[in-house]
């Protein structure tokens, strides 16, 4: 690696501390202002991490440090990540964590306001839009982000869904103790969270393409200089010119999708492209891996 390469890497690194510092500031925040004004869990070891220290306060008589329940809980997905999603994420995801930690224990509660309504759905969007800004500096928030990204990895499972529904076991067990009230508004607070994460990163979901040109090879080498993504090349007829047309199937990341298509027109400016979203996929598709 030359210098300029190791220039722009550490470039990269700084900007990914940055947004990982905001990130953990804006999902303190929240902890502090929406979320404690609420008596509400959010989703994750985040989540169970307050509820054993609500247990805690309420049938042991103290409360137990957040940062030191939430570090604990993350020891076993930061071990499984290291070796499974990447060393280099992990480390930035450990940032994030301590950070989050010690930011919550540190920053004082401060409610905007009590409708717990409100509280409900604009804290799950400031919650799920910090997770986002944490996935984008290529890191997680921790916990069972570290368990949906090791399964999208792995097999190709979008597995934020099913994370909620793990969510709810837990807010079973605080309504059970602590009144089924807020654990019903909590459901609200994370799938609203869970939804903004589906709206701001796209990274594990994919979009087909269907491309009819008249410069195929061209066409079909700039999707793989831009995605690296294979393509395969049918031939068929144009009812409305009468002629032979070209159409080339591809499948490609969703936050690939704008690029290729730019790449594309500069090829063939007249190009024909239909999107679709893709729902389920099977076979090899490259995603590019964690550092």
């Excluded at 306060?57 to 329940?69: D, I, P, Q, R, Y």
């Excluded at 089924?180 to 994370?190: D, V």
Aim: glycine fraction near 6%.
């Amino acid at each position: 690696m030359n210098i300029q390469e190791k220039r722009k890497v550490l470039r990269k690194d700084i900007f990914r501390i940055l947004l990982i510092i905001v990130a953990s500031v804006i999902m303190s925040i929240n902890l502090n202002s929406f979320v404690d004004a609420g008596g509400l869990l959010p989703g994750g070891f985040t989540g169970l991490t307050i509820l054993i220290q609500e247990i805690t306060k309420e049938f042991l008589g103290f409360k137990v440090s957040f940062a030191f329940v939430n570090i604990l809980l993350n020891s076993i997905p930061v071990f499984v990540s290291y070796k499974c999603i990447g060393k280099k994420f992990t480390i930035f995801s450990c940032i994030m964590i301590i950070l989050t930690s010690i930011f919550t224990d540190i920053i004082p509660s401060y409610p905007i306001t009590y409708d717990i309504l409100l509280i409900s759905i604009f804290g799950g969007m400031v919650s799920g839009t910090a997770i986002s800004m944490c996935l984008f500096a290529d890191a997680t928030s921790g916990g069972t982000d570290f368990i949906a990204i090791f399964l999208s990895k792995r097999y190709g499972i979008d597995a934020w869904n099913y994370i909620l529904i793990g969510n709810a076991v837990i807010l079973l067990v605080a309504g059970y103790l602590f009144g089924w009230n807020k654990a019903l508004y909590s459901i609200i607070f994370q799938f609203t969270s869970t939804q903004m994460l589906h709206l701001c990163y796209k990274r594990y979901k994919k979009n087909t393409l269907f491309i009819i040109t008249q410069y195929p090879e061209e066409v079909a080498k700039a999707i793989s200089e831009t995605t690296r993504h294979a393509s395969t090349t049918f031939h068929g007829f144009g009812t409305y010119e009468k002629k032979e047309r070209t159409l080339i199937y591809s499948v490609v990341g969703r936050e690939e999708v704008k690029k290729v298509v730019s790449n594309i027109r500069e090829v063939d400016d007249k190009v024909f492209i239909n999107i679709i979203k893709t729902e389920q996929l099977e076979g090899n598709f490259y995603i590019k891996p964690n550092d």
